[in-house]
């Protein structure tokens, strides 16, 4: 018995898991050569109220709370794990505009985005700072009712494919880190924005890219939170991101065991079953017992957040965590199949969208320090 999945989430992860298998998992394999998200399956994820649920009903969401939105990540990533990054950036930028948005101007994003009608990026990378995230050169100037934005994005994803962005850039000094740091929602059609596609590795069909801003101006009302405070108001909604991507790719891990286990117990070699040979089936067990356990962290993850409680050590641990967890999961799944898991198909592709999670929205090096951190304290860990 799950302590945190009651009959109510168990019931909705079994109607997602039925929408993933019949919509999402035929499309699987094409996704990754033709390299379109499929907007389709917004709409249809958005018509069954697939897309941020733990938004309130007054900003278009249905009010299910983030272990709702934990389980439904999970069973979409099963079958596509890109096609679940459509869920992960409306949880966190639907969290975002609905907690620091002036409502006038959010509020239509808001329900489009619930309903699969928009996709919203988050901009925070730049060609000189990944993990050093504070230190920003996307400049942010005031003139009257405007802001003016110059300067570049880069690793973004859905960089070509988004309907609008939130963005971080630099109003304060040079010098002044984090606390110099505005958030601004700037829509994508907006003139003097411009973006690229990059051709990477995995998680094709959502992509990443850059994103150029060339005198781009937005309103005033479209920041986020306060002006100069954007980097420390706004950032806090990756705790709650980082659990789900924990969910993402521990489902993608739990299928593939699922499957080899599978495999394993039918493929005969030297007239027994793979799975009689403890070679084989002791690695399983290994990791399938990691894998249960770093899915009790992540849900556990979830329900503090549901109850408001601090939980940012366990959303660190989550996301360097659950990715490397699921990498080597898959790997040691795809070494199970021999050369039926090498060819190009289900397993290597897994194996390729997965990785991405190990560089993107956060290291483990970064993850680690902020445990640390959070468990010694700030002065005791510094920068």
Known sequence: MNPYIDEDLTALAEHARRFAQRRVAPGFLERDTSRELTRSLMLEMGEMGFIAPELPESCGGQGMGCLAAGVIHEEIARADLSISYINLLASLNGQILAEHGQPQVVQPWLEKLTRG???????????????????????????????????????????????????FGRTGSVDSGAHGVTALLVPMDAPGVTRNRFDCHGQRAIGRGSLFFENVRVPVDHRLGEENKGFVQVMQGFDYSRALIGMQVLGVARVALEETWEYVAQRQAFGKPLSAFQGVSHPLADLDTQVEGARLLCLQTLWLKDKRLPHTAEAAMCKWWGPKLAYDVVHQCLLMFGHGGYDRGVMEQRLRDILGFQIGDGTAQIMKTIVARTRAGRKAVPS
């Open 117 to 167: 009608q928009v996709l919203l990026a988050i901009a925070l990378t730049e060609p000189r700072g990944g993990s050093d995230a504070a230190n920003l050169q996307l400049r942010v100037e005031r003139v009257g009712d405007t802001y003016v934005i110059n300067g570049e994005k880069t690793s973004i994803s859905a960089a070509d494919q988004a309907d609008a962005a939130v963005v």
